[in-house]
T-cell receptor, first 117, second 115 residues
Framework: GAGVSQSPRYKVAKRGQDVALRCDPI?????LFWYQQALGQGPEFLTY????????KSGLPSDRFFAERPEGSVSTLKIQRTQQEDSAVYLC???????????????FGSGTQLSVL | QKEVEQDPGPLSVPEGAIVSLNCTYS??????FMWYRQYSRKGPELLMY????GNKEDGRFTAQVDKSSKYISLFIRDSQPSDSATYLC???????????????FGQGTILTVHP
């Protein structure tokens, strides 16, 4: 596609519900990232995939957060038993560069705004 | 204390003004420095990317890095209303000869350029 696509654009969940957020990266991009952006803050790293391999999940805030990219393209971020503090914009980014090559450029999607009531 | 500090502003300037945006950082491992622009309800968009200390210019934008002071700046010349956005500094570390998109962002500075 022309850019990184994320869906849904907005998601409202009741506390305790499970949610799934989808990311379609730019075709052919091997690297995929999830970031969380709280209101008035900069994005914070959650996790990184190179193709289907999750190489870094150090930013996931708790074991309620789970991400997958089974076929090395589309990725899903799942949040179980949502809490109010999970309310944020979840950004997906992709890059054509492999780990070990500098000057990578991340292309961000517009994000999914999650509101937990 | 956060690894990257950025004054959130907001900053309001008249059209044509020179804008100066700044970040400080504490982690000496940061070697790659970026500036992103984020419009409302959009994802960040890369503006500038630098590695070494010194200046890098691209059109109306100049990025400056001072590793000895752990301080980076972005200058916008002849600012336009279309430059109104949130500007985010971002950094990444260089470890073992590799670098990937694990970025640490500043809080972002909200800029408004009024006609």
């Amino acid at each position: 596609g022309a850019g990184v696509s994320q869906s849904p654009r907005y998601k409202v969940a009741k506390r305790g519900q499970d949610v799934a957020l989808r990311c379609d990266p730019i075709s052919g991009h091997v690297s995929l990232f999830w970031y969380q952006q709280a209101l008035g803050q900069g994005p914070e790293f959650l996790t990184y995939f190179q193709n289907e391999a999750q190489l870094d999940k150090s930013g996931l805030p708790s074991d309620r957060f789970f991400a997958e990219r089974p076929e090395g393209s589309v990725s899903t971020l799942k949040i179980q038993r949502t809490q109010q503090e999970d309310s944020a914009v979840y950004l997906c980014a992709s890059s054509s560069h492999l780990r070990g090559i500098t000057n990578e450029k991340l292309f961000f999607g517009s994000g999914t705004q999650l509101s937990v009531l | 204390q956060k690894e990257v500090e950025q004054d959130p502003g907001p900053l309001s300037v008249p059209e044509g003004a020179i804008v100066s945006l700044n970040c400080t950082y504490s982690n000496s491992a940061f070697q790659y420095f970026m500036w992103y622009r984020q419009y409302s309800r959009k994802g960040p968009e890369l503006l500038m990317y630098t590695y070494s200390s010194g200046n890098k210019e691209d059109g109306r934008f100049t990025a400056q890095v001072d590793k000895s002071s752990k301080y980076i700046s972005l200058f916008i010349r002849d600012s336009q209303p279309s430059d109104s956005a949130t500007y985010l500094c971002a950094m990444s570390a260089y470890a073992g000869g590799t670098s990937y998109g694990k970025l640490t962002f500043g809080q972002g500075t909200i800029l408004t350029v009024h006609p």
